[in-house]
């Protein structure tokens, strides 16, 4: 029997949240279910982005956030940011750093009447991806998705609506809380723990972590890109850590015993170290889960547990 003094910590990752507020409540509680008291109220808990749009409940999705850590004080919390949060923080004018707003839109600017770009109040010093997300996409079915667009290529006329404003409306600025500007402002791009247990079928193994909402660039020098994504280089005009696909599909070659933890892709993937906790995709009829270490147990929404 294993020695109980010798427990490994508990470490949660939830994928991609979408707005969704019933589920999150759920899947919350499901996770205090399948989890003993003690594993759970001094747990790791890695969220990895995507909490906006599409759903239509964001603002509820961060107050519950926000409540966490008063809640759950010996819980450790971190909230990644998503594409979708990143778009978000841009609009209302959160990003860390300092960019000029003209260089974030320059190389895309090809794409700004399909995209339908903001235009209105403030734009002249908003990132890209603020512009993008607060836009009015041009076609009106997501091919990609099978589902309409919500207002912008982002879907996030459900996020203005939670705040009591119309898509596209620059009113978004005041309406969103000061607490909710910080929790945006905040958000990190990347998480690393060193020294995380997983079981496997060849018994216990002790690696290290990283969480970040896409994936680690292909081809590109690993330590390089953590540096990149610890210190928020909000000038650039995309995040491909956080908005990437294939290029960030797969564990760099030169990580060893390191897991890569992501939401992002719409699917729910475990290969070896490689975890992509995303069965939600910011759908409706879609569950959202998430994965439990050491166990590698799934938990989601939908679970019978509580």
Same mark, same amino acid.
């Given at each position: 029997?294993?020695?109980?003094?010798?427990?490994?910590?508990?470490? &949660?990752? &939830?994928?991609?949240?979408?707005?969704?507020?019933?589920?999150?409540?759920?899947?919350?509680?499901?996770?205090?279910?399948?989890?003993?008291?003690?594993?759970?109220?001094?747990?790791?808990?890695?969220?990895?982005?995507?909490?906006?749009? @599409?759903?239509?409940?964001?603002?509820?999705?961060?107050?519950?956030? &926000?409540?966490?850590?008063?809640?759950?004080?010996?819980?450790?919390?971190?909230?990644?940011?998503?594409?979708?949060?990143?778009?978000?923080?841009?609009?209302?004018?959160?990003? /860390?750093?300092?960019?000029?707003?003209?260089?974030?839109?320059?190389?895309?600017?090809?794409?700004?009447? @399909?995209?339908?770009?903001?235009?209105?109040?403030?734009?002249?010093?908003?990132?890209?991806?603020?512009?993008?997300?607060?836009?009015?996409?041009?076609?009106?079915?997501?091919?990609?998705?099978?589902?309409?667009?919500?207002?912008?290529?982002?879907?996030?006329?459900?996020?203005?609506?939670?705040?009591?404003? /119309?898509?596209?409306?620059?009113?978004?600025?005041?309406?969103? /809380?000061?607490?909710?500007?910080?929790?945006?402002?905040?958000?990190?791009?990347?998480?690393?723990?060193?020294?995380?247990?997983?079981?496997?079928?060849?018994?216990?193994?002790?690696?290290?972590?990283?969480?970040?909402?896409?994936?680690?660039?292909?081809?590109?020098?690993?330590?390089?890109?953590?540096?990149?994504?610890?210190?928020?280089?909000? @000038?650039?005009?995309?995040?491909?850590?956080?908005?990437?696909?294939?290029?960030?599909?797969?564990?760099?070659?030169?990580?060893?015993?390191? &897991?890569?933890?992501?939401?992002?892709?719409?699917? $729910?993937?475990?290969?070896?170290?490689?975890?992509?906790?995303?069965?939600?995709?910011? $759908?409706?009829?879609?569950?959202?889960?998430?994965?439990?270490?050491?166990?590698?147990?799934?938990?989601?929404?939908?679970?019978?547990?509580?």
């Amino acid at each position: 029997m294993a020695d109980p003094n010798n427990k490994h910590r508990t470490i &949660i990752c &939830i994928g991609d949240i979408h707005g969704y507020i019933t589920k999150l409540l759920n899947l919350w509680s499901n996770l205090e279910s399948h989890i003993d008291p003690e594993s759970f109220n001094t747990a790791t808990v890695i969220f990895l982005g995507d909490y906006c749009d @599409r759903g239509p409940n964001t603002r509820k999705v961060i107050d519950f956030l &926000i409540s966490l850590p008063k809640r759950y004080p010996n819980q450790k919390h971190v909230f990644l940011s998503g594409n979708h949060d990143f778009a978000f923080a841009g609009f209302v004018g959160v990003l /860390p750093g300092e960019f000029e707003a003209e260089e974030t839109w320059r190389e895309y600017t090809d794409n700004e009447e @399909r995209e339908g770009w903001f235009k209105g109040e403030g734009y002249e010093k908003m990132h890209l991806q603020g512009r993008r997300w607060g836009g009015w996409i041009k076609a009106k079915f997501n091919a990609a998705k099978g589902i309409d667009y919500k207002g912008s290529i982002y879907d996030a006329a459900p996020t203005f609506e939670s705040y009591g404003v /119309p898509h596209g409306s620059s009113d978004l600025m005041k309406a969103v /809380p000061e607490d909710h500007k910080k929790f945006l402002a905040e958000m990190v791009w990347v998480h690393e723990e060193d020294n995380v247990c997983i079981e496997t079928q060849e018994g216990v193994r002790h690696c290290k972590l990283i969480a970040v909402h896409a994936g680690l660039e292909r081809g590109k020098n690993v330590r390089e890109q953590l540096e990149f994504l610890k210190a928020r280089d909000a @000038r650039v005009p995309k995040v491909t850590d956080l908005s990437g696909r294939k290029d960030v599909w797969d564990i760099p070659k030169e990580l060893s015993e390191t &897991i890569v933890v992501s939401g992002h892709h719409g699917k $729910l993937h475990i290969e070896g170290l490689r975890l992509i906790i995303d069965e939600g995709g910011g $759908l409706e009829g879609n569950p959202v889960a998430a994965i439990v270490l050491p166990s590698m147990k799934i938990v989601r929404d939908t679970d019978n547990l509580s």
